[in-house]
């Protein structure tokens, strides 16, 4: 706990000193342009309705809460993974990888610092997006808030896991953009941010499967839209858990072999 304190700490002070306030204005656009586009589109094209097999593939017309919730969980996903994923190719760049591998501070009491301090960014960032939302009359008409709380703790628990994968590969790679750029369209094009991936051809639908986010996506889903509890949602919130576990467990074997990898190519 005292390596996750300091680190959360350390992080935030580097980050608010570092970055000027109009990054997390430049953090939001993503969002608010989906949600605002998506009024747009639904309001001056599509004439205020949804098509029927819409409908019929999410059970219901609301079309605007769909997307609300799915551009809300994607920049959760993605600003949690962005934050908690670079924090070692990021002591890697500024000279202090070394230090830190020498350092008595467990690893995962690190990456969970890291993570509490992008945590607590993220909430405040999907935050002021719901509240965009609200302005535009989007409401979640059916919500259950205990699922919905279990679904976002299984989200913030499969991010994280994934992010520690990722990080293995970037110090190995030597680089961040291609490899989360490539998470991040994988998240955005199979796990039904925007659209129900049952409109995808069934390989790309089973390679969605192995994303943790999918399974989470159902249960925030079923929880905000369709007041599902949560004895409903457990299978989904189960199947989250063991992705995220599976995905935690193999990032843990691979780092250390990463690290190395690492530290060797740097000398």
Known sequence: MPVAWATLRRTWTMT????????????????VLT???????LHAIGGGTVAADFT?????????????????AFMFTVRLLLWSSKA???????????AL??????????????TGFALANTVVEVGLLGGFAALLGITLPACQPLAALAGVLALAFAVF????????LMIVAGEAHISQNTVFLAVSLLCG??????????PARWLAETLPVTSAMDVLRGALS??????????????????????????????????????????
Do not use: M
């Open 56 to 72: 019929a593939r999410t059970g219901g017309a609301d079309y605007l809460g769909y997307i609300a919730i799915g551009a809300g």
């Open 226 to 267: 369709h007041g599902a509890g949560l004895a409903d949602l457990a299978p989904r919130l189960l199947t989250c858990l063991a992705l995220g576990a599976g995905y935690l467990l193999l990032g843990l074997l691979v780092l250390p072999g990463a690290e190395r990898r690492a530290v060797e190519r740097s000398y």
């Open 101 to 114: 591998l020498v350092a008595p501070a467990g690893r995962l009491p690190y990456l969970l610092g890291f």
């Open 88 to 98: 070692l190719i990021t002591e890697q760049r500024q000279g202090t990888l070394g």
């Open 161 to 168: 896991a994934v992010s520690v994968v990722l990080g293995a």
């Open 16 to 31: 608010s000193r570092a970055y000027p306030w109009s990054y997390a204005v430049g953090c939001l656009l993503t969002g």
């Open 193 to 202: 941010v925007t659209f129900p991936n049952s409109y995808l051809p069934a």
């Open 35 to 41: 949600i605002g586009l998506s009024y747009l589109a």
